[in-house]
């Protein structure tokens, strides 16, 4: 990764949802994230994401914080890309394949029910 100083647009961090970035949050906050944290709990998250997904960062949380407040667009960015990566995999198709029902009275050829 570059030098956080020297990324202008979200695409330039490479942001992976990964079960990393939710590890470093929470060694950073001490529990899973909960959207109650508010703001705070988003931008350690963020800056969790950012070193989750750039395993050779070299960044702290207070050169992030100067990045991001000469970048503040770039919270709603990661906000937005976190719910359409959660939305994707809420809607993937499971493995399973759909159970068939029977019904009691099935119809035969002309409709009716024997």
């Not at 944290?37 to 800056?47: A, E, P, R, T």
């Not at 989750?52 to 990045?67: P, Q, V």
């Not at 995999?89 to 029977?102: L, Q």
């Amino acid at each position: 990764m570059k030098n956080i100083k020297e990324i202008n647009s979200f695409e330039e961090l490479n942001l992976k949802m990964t079960f990393r970035a939710h590890i470093i949050y929470e060694k950073i906050m001490g529990h899973s994230f909960d959207t109650s944290d508010g703001l705070n709990g988003i931008v350690v998250l963020f800056f969790s994401y950012v070193l989750g997904s750039n395993r050779d960062a070299n960044l702290d949380y207070e050169e992030f914080m100067d990045w991001l407040d000469e970048h503040p667009e770039m919270i709603t960015k990661f906000s937005e890309w976190l719910v359409s990566g959660t939305d994707a995999r809420n809607h993937m198709p499971s493995n399973e394949e759909p159970k068939e029902t029977k019904s009691e009275e099935a119809p035969n050829k002309e409709g009716k029910k024997e």
